[in-house]
């Protein structure tokens, strides 16, 4: 089992009424609502959390990439990867990752990766989501109806830069390079691992076991709601007659540890609170660009994380409603060592990603949550797939693979 | 009253056009915008009276497909040049609202002789920072009758706005929407500025350029926009909003059908 720490650099300090005064906290969210004297200090805090991650022993740190986002202070996760592997020794460093249509041209994914794998010494992992549609089709403007078939050619060119011995010449749709050989090559041969993290589209799950690639689903509702999505990707992978090994899957989970099981209340329900009632607020126009989803995925019935609907469910949450729906783990340890093996046995994951930085919460509580958790909680669920071998790890993890 | 629902490819089947037409007379082809749902209304009817009128369905929408073929305007502008061909027609007046609008412009400034006369309802295709149009194509179905009705409460928007009854008929309605829309978001995002204003200029077809006084989805400014661009083209506002084709289909097919002459 692998447990990685997954760190979104969320903006703390939107205003009370945030949620009922404005209408998103993505594409549109007004800047004078940022404050840089009280941001000062936010990334350094930021990595010391993910390097505390480290030393508290979590095998992998996870950062991701938004724009025009008030959750997410990361448009570039490469920059915050390069300045982690300075910093760290042990653990993967894994970026989930560089949205792949949004380069121009995709080779600069395939160079920085490259960079951060000679950086970090074969720690990463390279992730490459579509995109979201509110970084891709609003924050940058890129036509929701040809965003897939970018990412799929802007995907084939980084795997060919990566592998192909000889310069080549590359005559795609949307991009056109006639020479490409891109310098330096990646540590990690044939390339470092590729993870994909996706919302729930039934292409990606085939294209991803086709590929054999591990499958990310970064849900913010929890591993009750993350079931049929999971369900859906393990059909896939049964369907292309691979293997049912757990590490081909990864699975993002919120999780609070504390004392008692009101003593988790008490300290982190403001932060989870402001989690889901300000960094997901979303215009319903914002959800989904016409176009995003493909008519097969639209056609399972499943709506977008976000907007209005999203919104309504959002708002009637209290904390034991956040615990009855497993959108949050929260409790004692023994608590949280009992649900969180539930979600791991029944999604079948093998890549855990937690969020113990949620929302507000603060650096100290930050790290009172992950010593916590790396104490308490992950040498319990640490040997849950035994007999697996993960194939998708970096080579340059000491004691990897 | 459709005299004709019929399906015609093109390029061996790659592009396929569904195209409803009635009427008798001189040719006149409909290119229909993001909110047309069922590609024919009382104003063709009207007009139906003196032209034998066409609406085709843009490529993806309903049942007319292959949008997928078509990479930007110029590709849908050849497309429709092959769709005319495919209809016997010459030279034919072209009517578009909106991004319809945009399709007619850009057809009769990229091939001429296809245009007899060129009728632009509250077109889209050019861009002013200091009035942008809305994002009609990304606005939640419950904020599209206020931007797109003078009236929102008038018994034509409410017609309009009408849900339908059951979660299998909503979900349908949901997906055709957005295939609708995201089969013309393609030619147009972010911006529907697409070099449209380099080529008007080569409009010779005598243009009407008709727009709803009370549109709040594409500003009047733009008519004036328009009007100063495209050469000795006539310039109408008319009571109504951004849909003032079914807000008063009679006003305005009076006013087309003049303008049109026989």
């Keep these: ?401 | 009253m459709i005299d004709d629902d019929r399906t015609l490819d093109i390029r061996e089947g790659a592009v396929r056009f569904r195209v409803l037409s009635a009427g008798r007379g001189p040719h006149l082809v409909s290119f229909h915008s993001f909110h047309e749902r069922g590609g024919w209304s009382p104003f063709l009817d009207r007009l139906a009276a003196r032209y034998t009128v066409h609406a085709p369905f843009h490529p993806g929408v309903q049942g007319s497909s292959g949008v997928e073929t078509l990479d930007d305007v110029l590709d849908l502008v050849l497309a429709y040049d092959e769709l005319l061909d495919r209809l016997g027609i010459g030279a034919a007046h072209l009517i578009g609202h909106f991004f319809g609008g945009m399709v007619a412009a850009e057809l009769a400034a990229t091939l001429r002789q296809r245009a007899a006369k060129l009728v632009l309802v509250s077109p889209l295709g050019l861009w002013r920072d200091d009035a942008p149009s809305q994002d009609l194509l990304i606005l939640p179905q419950e904020d599209l009758p206020a931007v797109l009705f003078r009236d929102p409460a008038s018994e034509v928007a409410r017609r309009w706005a009408a849900a339908p009854q059951t979660e299998e008929e909503t979900l349908a309605a949901q997906i055709e929407s957005i295939q609708r829309r995201a089969s013309m978001a393609k030619f147009v995002w972010p911006i529907p500025d697409k070099g449209l204003q380099k080529r008007l200029h080569r409009i010779t077809a005598p243009t009407l350029v008709l727009w709803g006084d009370a549109d709040r989805a594409n500003p009047v400014v733009y008519a004036e926009e328009w009007q100063r661009r495209v050469k000795g083209a006539a310039l109408l506002l008319v009571p109504g909003g951004h849909m003032v084709l079914h807000e008063a289909p009679d006003t305005a097919a009076a006013a087309v059908m003049e303008f049109l002459g026989t």
């Excluded at chain 1, 505390?52 to 979590?58: I, N």
């Design chain 1, 1 to 401: 089992m692998k447990i990685c720490f997954f760190h979104l650099m969320p903006y703390r300090f939107l205003p009370e009424d945030f949620e009922n005064r404005y209408r998103s906290v993505w594409v549109d969210v007004p800047h004078h609502l940022y404050d840089p004297e009280k941001t000062r200090g936010l990334y350094h805090e930021f990595l010391d959390e993910l390097e505390f991650a480290e030393a508290q022993g979590f095998d992998g740190l996870c950062v991701n990439e938004h724009h025009n986002n008030a959750y997410g202070l990361m448009p570039s996760p490469n920059l915050m990867a390069a300045a982690l592997t300075r910093r760290t020794s042990r653990a993967a460093v894994i970026v989930l990752g560089n949205s792949l249509a949004a380069y121009n041209p995709p080779l600069r994914v395939a160079e920085e990766f490259a960079m951060l794998d000679l950086l970090s010494r074969g720690r990463l992992v390279a992730g490459f989501p579509v995109g979201t549609s509110m970084d891709m089709n609003f924050a940058y403007g890129i036509d929701p109806t040809t965003l897939r078939d970018r990412y799929h050619e802007a995907h084939d060119l980084v795997i060919q830069a990566w592998t192909r011995p000889e310069v080549f010449a590359f005559n795609g749709k949307y991009t056109q390079v006639r020479y490409v050989n891109i310098w330096p090559q990646p540590l990690q041969k044939p390339h470092p691992p590729v993870w994909i993290p996706g919302g729930g589209s039934v292409e990606t799950w085939e294209w991803t076991a086709k590929l054999d690639y591990v499958y990310c689903y970064l849900s913010y509702y929890g591993y009750k709601r993350g079931k049929a999505t999971m369900d859906g990707f393990w059909e896939a992978i049964a369907r292309v007659g691979a293997d049912d090994n757990p590490y081909r899957a990864g699975f993002l989970q919120l999780v609070c540890v504390a004392d008692t099981d009101a003593e988790a209340e008490r300290l982190y329900f403001p932060h989870v609170h402001y989690f889901y009632q300000k960094c997901l607020n979303v215009w319903e126009g914002f959800a989904e660009a016409p176009g995003y989803r493909t008519v097969k995925t639209l056609q399972t019935g499943t709506k977008p994380q976000v907007g209005a609907q999203a919104k309504k469910i959002r708002q009637s949450l209290n904390w034991q409603k956040y615990l009855e729906q497993g959108y949050v783990i929260a409790g004692s340890p023994r608590t949280v060592r009992e649900q969180l093996t539930d979600c791991i046995k029944s999604l079948r994951v093998g890549h855990l990603m937690v969020l113990l930085q949620i929302g507000s919460m603060p650096k100290e509580l930050t790290l009172h949550n992950t010593a916590l958790f790396a104490r308490d909680v992950m040498p319990h669920v640490r040997d849950l797939w035994p007999g697996y071998k993960d194939r998708w790890w970096p080579s340059g993890v000491p004691n990897g693979a």
